[in-house]
């Protein structure tokens, strides 16, 4: 236990070395070059960076309806705030978006029922459990999914 840590402590003590290495000699830059020292740090410094800043972003339809679900006025996300510990509501819309991400219906439900467990203190039942994340699964995946033709 004692040689474990002072292993990590050395290899924190590395890591911190060649960390103020670097900032040394980026400051010795900074002082040989003034502010053109930017161009040996920086890549595309003169481009159009800063007007396309954004633009790469995808917006993420399933992801926004999970967000903007868990923050509405419906009685089970209010259910799920309330219940909440210590996961911040973008932590746990992230862990949610990965489970309606799955193909089968049944696996979703499981895996938001997983997720809720873990991620929030909910003193409910598994049977009442299993109702709020199907519910939660027919809100905002169905919302968001393609029609579906059903053949009669």
């Known amino acids: 236990m004692v040689n474990q840590q ?13 960390a103020l290495a670097a900032a040394r000699n980026m400051q010795q830059d900074w002082l040989n070059y003034g502010l053109n020292f930017v161009h040996i740090y920086v890549e595309d410094v003169e481009g159009d960076w800063l007007e396309t800043w954004g633009d790469d972003e995808i917006s993420n339809p399933l992801f926004d309806s999970i967000k903007d679900f868990l923050v509405s006025d419906d009685d089970v996300a209010i259910k ?21 991400r799955i193909s089968r219906e049944n696996d979703k439900i499981s895996a938001v029922k997983d997720v809720l467990v873990s991620d929030i203190n909910l003193d409910i039942d598994n049977l009442e459990l299993l109702d709020l994340a199907s519910y939660f699964v027919n809100k905002c995946f169905h ?4 029609p579906r033709i059903v053949e009669v």
Do not use: H, P, W
């Open 6 to 18: 002072q292993t990590n402590n050395s290899a924190q003590l590395e890591n911190l070395t060649e």
């Open 143 to 146: 919302k968001n999914s393609e």
């Open 80 to 100: 799920i705030r309330n219940y909440m510990g210590d996961t911040s509501l973008f932590d746990l819309a992230v862990d949610l978006e990965e489970c309606l």
